[in-house]
């Protein structure tokens, strides 16, 4: 199992969130537990290497 932070926040009637290793690529459901098999499916297909290109966050560790 792996544990990935993401952000997510309800915003009208749609819920949005993004992974935060990744904060340029949002998704929403219309429901919580939708938003979260969108972002199962998002961390998936970054990981993957499906989407070329992808910028991500990673920590810089600096002496």
Same mark, same amino acid.
């Given at each position: *199992?792996?544990?990935?932070? +993401?952000?997510?926040?309800? &915003? =009208?009637?749609?819920? @949005? %969130? $993004?992974?935060? &290793? $990744?904060? =340029? $690529? ?5 429901? /919580? =537990?939708?938003? *979260?098999?969108? /972002?199962?499916? @998002?961390?998936?297909? /970054?990981?993957?290497?499906? +989407?070329? %290109?992808?910028?991500?966050? &990673? =920590? @810089? +560790?600096?002496?």
């Amino acid at each position: *199992m792996q544990v990935v932070k +993401i952000v997510v926040w309800q &915003e =009208d009637d749609s819920w @949005l %969130g $993004y992974l935060q &290793e $990744y904060p =340029d $690529y949002w998704t929403q459901g219309s429901r /919580l =537990d939708d938003l *979260m098999e969108h /972002l199962k499916d @998002l961390q998936s297909d /970054l990981s993957s290497g499906m +989407i070329p %290109g992808a910028r991500r966050v &990673e =920590d @810089l +560790i600096v002496s």
